[in-house]
């Protein structure tokens, strides 16, 4: 089976733009979630997709937004970036139960 | 609220020692306990869980795990190191009912010295 992937790998954006960050999960796979990793914060739960409804939610302001199509895919969308959003963005996949999340390679963000 | 320590920020050791590091973990009941390994620049990969059973974990790579409920732990080991081990280790649990979440650590950071 083919792992996560995630697009783009890396991304440079200015300050205020907003950017699209893309999730493909493994195959079966009905659980996506998003993480935020800082050398700062280290690794930031952000929210968890499952059959295109959010199931939770993290601590992050409402220019942090999600969605997963019917297919699984997920899109994580931030809106008004600031420097402070320049991070790798993981995704990680799952059956939806209570088991083992498998994460992509991540999308390193950089925003000037 | 679930939270994850793991006290050595950086370790090294020399190649083909042994290597333990240390995860505690505070919950109210026993987690879904996890420990990924991320190289630079690359994704995480998982090493190894615990969800119930023997409390002695085997896992890739020559990893181990112990889980110890007295001590809300959950330790990593390896007898011998090897050069490709250098990397980042990050322990996390997840909630065993509800949307999955996981919390991390902050994190080990491991050095091989030759």
């Known amino acids: 089976k083919a792992g996560v992937t995630q697009t783009p790998r890396y991304l440079i954006k200015t300050r205020g733009q907003q950017v699209t960050l893309s999730c493909s999960p493994i195959?079966?796979?009905?659980?996506v979630s998003w993480y935020q990793q800082t050398p700062g914060q280290g690794l930031q739960f952000l929210f968890e997709?499952?059959?295109?409804?959010?199931?939770n939610k993290g601590n992050f302001p409402g220019r942090f937004s999600g969605r997963q199509f019917s297919n699984s895919r997920s899109e994580m969308n931030v809106s008004t970036l600031e420097l402070g959003d320049s991070a790798l963005y993981l995704c990680?996949?799952?059956?939806?139960?209570?088991?083992?999340?498998?994460f992509g390679p991540g999308t390193r963000l950089l925003v000037l | 609220a679930q939270s994850v320590t793991q006290p050595d920020i950086h370790i090294t050791v020399s190649e083909g020692a042994s290597l333990e590091l240390r995860c505690n973990y505070s919950?109210?009941?026993?987690?879904?306990l996890f420990w990924y390994v991320q190289s630079p620049g690359q994704g995480l990969q998982l090493l190894l869980k615990y969800f119930s059973g023997d409390t002695l974990v085997q896992g890739i790579k020559g990893f181990e795990a112990e889980f110890k409920r007295s001590q809300s732990s959950f330790n990593l080991r390896k007898p011998s190191v090897h050069w490709s081990d250098a990397a980042e280790y990050f322990c996390a649990v997840a909630q065993r009912q509800g949307a999955q979440k996981l919390v991390f650590g902050q994190g080990t950071r491991l050095t091989i010295n030759p």
């Open positions: 997709y499952f059959s295109e409804t959010q199931r």
């Open positions: 195959s079966g796979h009905r659980s």
């Open positions: 919950y109210g009941a026993t987690p879904y």
């Open positions: 990680a996949s799952g059956s939806g139960a209570q088991e083992t999340q498998y």
